[in-house]
């Protein structure tokens, strides 16, 4: 069914009053169920499992992973299934509605785990205690939904404005549940299929688990004499080294450095396809042409002149060339520069988005007549009460400068000047999430980094921890207001997908938080965890090690950096702006972006490759299959999300579950 909506007119000169009057009577589904005991532990056990694979992804690339649509269409799929072997009711559309809403606020709670805190981490050594961790993001998460409310009354019930990946699951939700029931299960099929078999080629590439089979299971150490597990080697090129060392065969060097000291390496990364296919071709392209730049011209340049070079660590431990120590001593810096400066020309070059956010706080005035005869407020019993975060704001406020002050050793001072840029940066946040479903939280942040550095550069945690927090709370606030569009669009109750949101906080947050210490804090022969193992060639942390090189540049200056790093970043900045700058005069048709650019030289130059070619396949079968109705069309347009989704799944449950076998087992 066509879903109801108001005309361009109507939104222009109803007030908010005439709006929520005529939701009431004609969307609202008063009587409907919506959250229930069972949508409710589905969407906490459904966003765990999501907000885990969205962790491992992040840890790999720095990308967000949107789960939204993947938990609408996993929920449907499940008791649609369960419905129809007589298990279970089938979920009501507002069932589905409210575990979206769960699943996504757990998803969310991977942020600060693979930004602000990591790097917080990585600069000061010390390693942040697992309840402290919880205390601050649910502290944060909570203080972004007190403040996201009062603004949702504004940017949804009175602008209407469209928020487009909200738009896009509350018309997903509705044509599943009007019509089509068959295209929900073939797309939950896709997403099943190729977790699956991403899943079997995750396995095979798994040391953990082919060593639970092959020595646990069939013994074959005893009756075939392995002295260790066979598995396929997902870097392919392997197995041309291998061949190599026997016959002394060529080994690719460029400027005298061997290529895999530079991390250019032949992977097949079944996670990095699915990512690719969901980022783009403009983004992924862009990645590629980042790590081209940075380790195939550039690292082999600065080793050759001696910016990078191996490191000897007391007591005579020598580190070599390696990918990590190319970005760690000389590429961090441009690539930083490359996406810091990128974002921040890209906010600045859509006015629209501060234009319009300020001119949403401002009132109107009704030019309708019919306004006299309207209520107050048709919603007082269903939204959730301006008093709530009138009172929650400021009494979380002191609690997040309370728990970022005795946690991290914030001055007091620091951690409440930070406080009132909550509101400035989550209007623009959530503006632009309402017109663009983009977050520019990576810019926003920046400003409070800067500016918390600016009063003091010698502890990092004074700029990375306000910045990390104002930038969570901006994000999970327009992140909910997009969650809460579908829910408006639909006739959901405002109230309780506040209250699911909150369940999906704890669902993330208790899940990924042990994950994070099991993936990036493992311990030691010793028993002891280093903050040394967060990075590792497994996990490239790149949205980590952009905060990281900021606050490192604050606290050392730009005169510490080498010359060749700073003429990098000059040259970065005018590339960076540039890009930007074309892009925005092209209306958004320049091929390349500064941000991804900047990313694809922090990333492993291993993963960008299969990203690129994950991009390229859906963009050629988007064109060569471009006819809605087609069997085609359905395979690879309207399948793409959900093959990605498949792929990155299957991919990020089985390689969790080899760390978890290599902990327990072995």
């Not at 503006?431 to 918390?452: D, E, Y």
Request: one cysteine or more.
């Amino acid at each position: 069914m066509a879903l109801q909506q108001l005309s361009d007119q109507q939104i222009s000169t109803w007030t908010r009053a005439m709006k929520d009057d005529w939701w009431f009577k004609n969307v609202y589904r008063g009587n409907v169920p919506q959250l229930t005991i069972r949508s409710g532990v589905t969407g906490f056990f459904l966003g765990g499992v999501l907000a885990a694979t969205a962790l491992y992804i992040g840890g790999k690339t720095g990308i967000g992973i949107g789960v939204g649509l993947t938990s609408v269409i996993l929920s449907f799929a499940i008791f649609r299934s369960l419905h129809g072997a007589g298990l279970a009711r089938d979920f009501t559309i507002l069932e589905n509605n409210c575990t979206q809403s769960i699943a996504t606020a757990a998803g969310y709670m991977t942020s600060p785990l693979i930004a602000s805190l990591s790097a917080y981490m990585l600069v000061t050594g010390r390693i942040i205690p697992w309840w402290q961790m919880l205390v601050w993001m649910v502290t944060v998460a909570i203080l972004g939904v007190l403040v996201a409310f009062p603004l949702k009354r504004r940017f949804i019930n009175q602008d209407q404005l469209p928020f487009p990946e909200g738009r896009a699951c509350g018309v997903v939700l509705d044509a599943l549940y009007t019509g089509g029931a068959a295209a929900g299960m073939f797309r939950a099929r896709l997403l099943g299929l190729t977790a699956l078999g991403a899943g079997l080629y995750q396995l095979l590439i798994s040391d953990g688990w082919m060593k639970l089979l092959q020595f646990r299971l069939l013994r074959m150490d005893r009756w075939a004499g392995l002295k260790g597990p066979w598995t396929f080697h997902d870097r392919l090129d392997t197995y041309y080294y291998t061949a190599a060392v026997k016959l002394n065969l060529w080994i690719p060097r460029i400027l005298g450095t061997d290529v895999r000291q530079l991390g250019l390496r032949l992977t097949l990364d079944a996670a990095m396809l699915g990512v690719g296919g969901l980022m783009g071709i403009r983004v992924a392209t862009s990645c590629v042409l980042g790590a081209f730049v940075n380790y195939a011209i550039l690292a082999p340049i600065m080793i050759e002149h001696g910016d990078i070079v191996q490191r000897t660590l007391p007591g005579g431990v020598v580190i070599p060339i390696s990918r990590a120590e190319i970005v760690n001593q000389w590429a961090l810096w441009w690539g930083v520069t490359m996406m810091v400066i990128g974002s921040l020309v890209s906010l600045l070059g859509r006015p629209e988005i501060f234009t319009t956010a300020f001119k949403s706080l401002r009132g109107n005035t009704p030019t309708d007549p019919a306004a006299a005869g309207v209520a107050a407020d048709p919603l007082r019993s269903i939204e959730l009460p301006l008093g709530v975060s009138f009172v929650g704001v400021p009494i979380f406020c002191v609690l997040g400068a309370s728990v970022t002050h005795s946690f991290f050793a914030v001055p007091w001072l620091l951690a409440f000047i930070s406080l009132p840029l909550i509101l400035v940066l989550t209007v623009i946040c959530t503006n632009s999430m309402a017109l663009t479903s983009w977050t520019p939280t990576g810019a926003l942040s920046k400003i409070t980094q800067f500016t918390m550095g600016a009063i003091d550069r010698s502890n990092p945690a004074s700029n990375l921890i306000p910045a990390g927090m104002t930038g969570e709370i901006a994000a999970n606030a327009a992140n909910l207001l997009s969650d809460i569009k579908p829910g408006y669009m639909l006739g959901a109750k405002p109230r309780q997908q506040a209250i699911g949101h909150v369940i999906g906080i704890f669902s993330g947050a208790l899940v990924c938080i042990p994950l994070f210490f099991l993936l990036f804090l493992p311990p030691g022969h010793d028993g002891v965890r280093s903050t040394a193992t967060i990075v590792s060639e497994q996990f490239a942390m790149p949205a980590a090690m952009q905060w990281k090189g900021v606050a490192e540049l604050i606290a050392r200056g730009i005169g510490n950096l080498p010359p060749s790093a700073l003429v990098s970043m000059i040259v970065a900045a005018a590339c960076a702006a540039a890009i930007e700058i074309t892009n925005i005069a092209a209306r958004g048709r320049m091929p390349l972006s500064a941000v991804a650019i900047g990313l694809g030289v922090v990333l492993p130059p291993e993963y960008t490759l299969p990203m690129w070619a994950g991009a390229l396949l859906f963009w050629l079968t988007g064109r060569r299959y471009s006819s809605p109705g087609t069997r085609g069309y359905a395979y690879w347009k309207e399948g793409c999300e959900p093959i990605c989704a498949g792929l990155i799944s299957g991919s990020a449950l089985v390689g969790i579950g080899n760390a978890i076998v290599n902990v327990v087992f072995f």
